[in-house]
């Protein structure tokens, strides 16, 4: 889809903009602890990130400069709402959530308002290409990307499905960002499948983790 629209779902039909939110509630919170329980190795945490670790997962885009952002595993929308806090209205925002109980979540959340070029998307990041072309994305077009999965621990298709992604779909210095509740633990996974690698501690968060902020994808 072109830039110059509003929001789409995946049915096609037109998605309101997201930039109306409505607070994360208690039972959001419990809802994520239950799909942890239930998921495990598809989901990065216990709880839901919290605004220290969103702001974190965020702080390596520029998003007075970014064209298109996109988040991978949006959940409940905290890390979401902390994109949406720093998007300015030239900014594409694309999010996508495979869970169909969060992505309900995620529409009641960010329904409503107009004027941000911003998407939902309720699919599969093992599909990732496939899903950003459907809605227009071009190659080497996408500034950052954001990940609140677990993506070391996913099952294979989904892991190849995102660094196939990121290798088409990047633009050189395109950061890629993914939250973790396991500080430095997979680290010799990143700096496998990434030429530059950083760690940034977060200890205020349920529980304490951090975020990769990894650039330049290696072709496997």
């Not at 999965?149 to 990047?170: E, F, N, Y």
């Not at 973790?180 to 349920?206: A, D």
Request: with cysteine; glycine share 10%; aromatic share 10%.
């Amino acid at each position: 889809m072109a830039d110059g629209g509003g929001g789409m779902a995946t049915d096609g039909a037109p998605q309101e903009d997201m930039t109306s939110q409505r607070p994360a509630s208690l039972s959001h919170h419990f809802l994520f602890m239950r799909k942890f329980f239930k998921h495990r190795r598809k989901i990065a945490s216990i709880w839901p990130s919290s605004r220290f670790m969103a702001r974190a997962c965020i702080s390596q885009v520029n998003f007075s400069q970014a064209k298109l952002v996109v988040e991978l595993g949006a959940g409940t929308g905290a890390i979401t709402q902390a994109v949406l806090a720093s998007l300015n209205p030239r900014t594409r925002f694309i999010s996508i959530e495979r869970d169909a109980d969060f992505f309900q979540v995620l529409q009641e959340r960010f329904a409503g308002g107009v004027g941000r070029q911003i998407e939902l998307l309720h699919g599969d990041v093992s599909h990732l290409t496939d899903l950003l072309r459907g809605c227009g994305v071009q190659d080497g077009s996408v500034d950052a990307f954001i990940s609140g999965l677990g993506t070391p621990s996913l099952p294979p298709a989904a892991r190849s499905g995102i660094l196939t992604a990121l290798q088409w779909a990047a633009k050189p210095e395109c950061v890629f960002s993914n939250i973790t509740e396991i500080p430095l633990y997979y680290l010799p996974f990143y700096r496998r499948h990434f030429g530059s690698v950083r760690f940034e501690f977060v200890p205020l968060n349920i529980p304490p983790g951090g975020v990769y902020h990894c650039r330049h994808a290696i072709r496997v």
